[in-house]
């Protein structure tokens, strides 16, 4: 999968290469993965995409390496995942390191920065003193 983010992926196919019917396929990789294969993909390509973001690369050219079909679905994808718009990502500066917590926080360590859900990191970038 991972090789292949910029690419449609079924699951079909997928089975077909794991030698296993698609319904297998889908019951064993959810059991050992712990998500199905559409959700690992779409964590594979926020992950490749934060990184691309890290290095300059534009929201357009991120989202069509990793697969996505427009930038506006990227986008919305992006924000559902990470609670922040790939074009903020961006300006912040984000390392693909960052650390998430359940609430949907984010605390990258090597920057120093921490954000709590609901506020804007521009706001405040440094973590609160507890």
Do not use: N
């Amino acid at each position: 999968m991972r090789a292949r983010l910029g690419h449609p992926v079924s699951v079909a196919e997928l089975a077909r290469e794991a030698r296993l019917s698609p319904y297998h396929f889908l019951r064993v990789f959810t059991v050992e993965v712990g998500r199905t294969p559409h959700r690992h993909l779409v964590k594979l390509r926020i992950g490749e995409a934060k990184r691309l973001l890290a290095q300059d690369h534009t929201v357009t050219e991120a989202a069509l390496r990793c697969g996505f079909s427009s930038t506006a679905h990227f986008s919305a994808v992006f924000l559902r995942e990470t609670g922040m718009r790939p074009s903020r990502w961006a300006g912040y500066g984000l390392r693909p390191t960052a650390q998430y917590t359940s609430s949907g926080a984010w605390t990258d360590p090597g920057a120093g920065r921490h954000c709590e859900v609901g506020t804007t990191p521009g706001a405040s970038t440094s973590r609160p003193s507890k």
